[in-house]
T-cell receptor
Framework: GENVEQHPSTLSVQEGDSAVIKCTYS??????FPWYKQELGKRPQLIID?????GEKKDQRIAVTLNKTAKHFSLHITETQPEDSAVYFC???????????????FGKGTHLIIQP | DTGVSQDPRHKITKRGQNVTFRCDPI?????LYWYRQTLGQGPEFLTY????????KSRLLSDRFSAERPKGSFSTLEIQRTEQGDSAMYLC???????????FGSGTQLSVL
């Protein structure tokens, strides 16, 4: 099955600086890679995702890059703000052409701390 | 609130007791997933439904766990003869047929004493 590794487990950055979280996956057939943000005591929320047919996707201060050859993908947050403090999870999944899919495999999470 | 809802939010039980959780997905979503999350870990996939059919079960889902979605709407997850190792947050998520975007509920926090 799929295995997703996520680094670092904790990341502390100064407000306004950029943060980068990296994930690797094992199954080269995986073709969909979402990122979730989970604040303390709250549900995981999808913040951005990328499919294997593109290399980069951006949404305001958040971007995700994908390197299929190396089987890794990264989350980039620029101009970090205090409200970015949370745990971030990457995930990978194999989506079948007929629309079916198996369950998402999540990384262990990165605790992002934005220091004022 | 039109999001995924779960009930109860918290459940405390004694070892050996049975517990049942409920999940109501977003109404137009055909797929419903159950995940388990322990402190400091990412969600772990347990099982999922396409309408009323249970299509996949993880190895994590022991014989003590059973999930149902009888009418293709809400789902229940039952744990029989609970063990302390079952203590975790149980998350439900739903998605449309052709979309892999999962929307999570707030979860049920289970504590087995």
């Amino acid at each position: 099955g799929e295995n997703v590794e996520q680094h670092p487990s904790t990341l502390s950055v100064q407000e306004g600086d950029s943060a980068v979280i990296k994930c690797t996956y094992s199954d080269s057939a995986s073709n969909y890679f979402p990122w979730y943000k989970q604040e303390l005591g709250k549900r995981p929320q999808l913040i951005i995702d990328i499919r294997s047919n593109v290399g980069e996707k951006k949404d305001q201060r958040i971007a995700v890059t994908l390197n299929k050859t190396a089987k890794h993908f990264s989350l980039h947050i620029t101009e970090t703000q205090p409200e970015d403090s949370a745990v971030y999870f990457c995930a990978a999944i194999l989506m079948y052409s007929g629309g079916g899919a198996d369950g998402l495999t999540f990384g262990k999470g990165t605790h992002l701390i934005i220091q004022p | 609130d039109t999001g995924v809802s779960q009930d109860p939010r918290h459940k405390i039980t004694k070892r050996g007791q049975n517990v049942t959780f409920r999940c109501d997905p977003i109404s137009e979503h055909n797929r419903l997933y159950w995940y388990r999350q322990t402190l400091g870990q990412g969600p772990e996939f347990l099982t999922y439904f396409q309408n009323e059919a249970q299509l996949e079960k993880s190895r994590l889902l022991s014989d003590r766990f059973s999930a149902e979605r009888p009418k293709g709407s809400f789902s229940t997850l039952e744990i029989q003869r609970t063990e302390q190792g079952d203590s975790a947050m149980y998350l439900c998520a739903s998605s449309r047929d052709s979309s892999e975007k999962l929307f999570f509920g707030s979860g049920t926090q289970l504590s087995v004493l």
